[in-house]
C-alpha cells in the first residue's frame, strides 16, 4: 500500500519568514496529492492540492511542487503569519475508486509555529 | 451552516462499554468517510460509504461498526471499548467523483 514521509515533524519561523514542508510517497500510481490545515481542536481543512499531471500549483501565498520522478512534493507558505500556525498534513491517493470516493494516505503531520 | 457534523463532541467511557459516534452532513456529498486520528496526530481512514454501500474498509477490528442510514448520515458503533481505541474520530465527506473531502470537527475518545 501507499507509506508517505513527513518532514519536518516541526518547524518554527519569524513572522514574513517562509516555510517549507516536504512529503515523498512510495506509490507510483497515486496522482493526487492534498495539503489540509489542522488548527487546534478543529478537523483538517483542505489548503491546496495537485494532480500528477501538473508540476507546480499556487494560490495567494501558498504553493506545492510535485516532482513524479523523485515521488515527493512540497508545500511553500511565502510571508508567514501568526494564523499560519497549525499543523499541516499531506496525503497521497490513486484518485477516485472505483464504485467512488478516495482513499487518502496521510502523512504523519508538521507542526508549523509562525513566532513574532 | 453548510458543513459536516459530528456528536459527541467529547466522549468519555469506561472499558468494555458500547458506544456510538454520529455524523451528519448538509453538503449534498454521497460518499462519507471515518479517519482515526491517534495521540501522535497520524490520520489513517477507517471505512467509507457511498450512499450508504461501503466502499473502503481497512484493517479495521470488528468491534467498529459503520452504519449509514441514509447518505447524509454515517454513524460509528463501537463495541466492547478498549484502551486503545482512544483518539479524536473525524468524519469526512465529499462527492462521488471529487477528491476534495471535507471534515467534521472530530469526536475525542477517552477510555478508561
Known amino acids: 500500500g501507499e507509506n508517505v514521509e513527513q518532514h519536518p515533524s516541526t518547524l518554527s519561523v519569524q513572522e514574513g519568514d517562509s516555510a517549507v514542508i516536504k512529503c515523498t510517497y512510495s506509490d507510483s500510481a497515486s496522482n493526487y496529492f492534498p495539503w489540509y490545515k489542522q488548527e487546534l481542536g478543529k478537523g483538517p481543512q483542505l489548503i491546496i492540492d495537485i494532480r500528477s499531471n501538473v508540476g507546480e500549483k499556487k494560490d495567494q501565498r501558498i504553493a506545492v511542487t510535485l516532482n513524479k520522478t523523485a515521488k515527493h512534493f512540497s508545500l511553500h507558505i511565502t510571508e508567514t503569519q501568526p494564523e499560519d500556525s497549525a499543523v499541516y498534513f499531506c496525503?497521497?491517493?490513486?484518485?477516485?475508486?472505483?464504485?467512488?470516493?478516495?482513499?487518502?494516505?496521510f502523512g504523519t503531520g508538521t507542526q508549523l509555529k509562525v513566532e513574532l | 451552516d453548510t458543513a459536516v457534523s459530528q456528536t459527541p463532541k467529547y466522549l468519555v467511557t469506561q472499558m468494555g462499554n458500547d458506544k456510538s459516534i454520529k455524523c451528519e452532513q448538509n453538503?449534498?456529498?454521497?460518499?462519507m468517510y471515518w479517519y482515526k486520528q491517534d495521540s501522535k496526530k497520524f490520520l489513517k481512514i477507517m471505512f467509507s460509504?457511498?450512499?450508504?454501500?461501503?466502499?473502503i474498509n481497512e484493517t479495521v477490528p470488528n468491534r467498529f461498526s459503520p452504519k449509514s442510514p441514509d447518505k447524509a448520515h454515517l454513524n460509528l458503533h463501537i463495541n466492547s471499548l478498549e484502551l486503545g481505541d482512544s483518539a479524536v474520530y473525524f468524519c469526512?465527506?465529499?462527492?462521488?467523483?471529487?477528491?476534495?473531502?471535507?471534515f467534521g470537527p472530530g469526536t475525542r475518545l477517552t477510555v478508561l
Open positions: 460509504y457511498n450512499n450508504k454501500e461501503l466502499i
Open positions: 453538503l449534498g456529498h454521497d460518499t
Open positions: 496525503a497521497a491517493s490513486r484518485g477516485i475508486l472505483t464504485g467512488g470516493g478516495n482513499k487518502l494516505t
Open positions: 469526512a465527506s465529499s462527492h462521488l467523483n471529487d477528491n476534495e473531502q471535507f
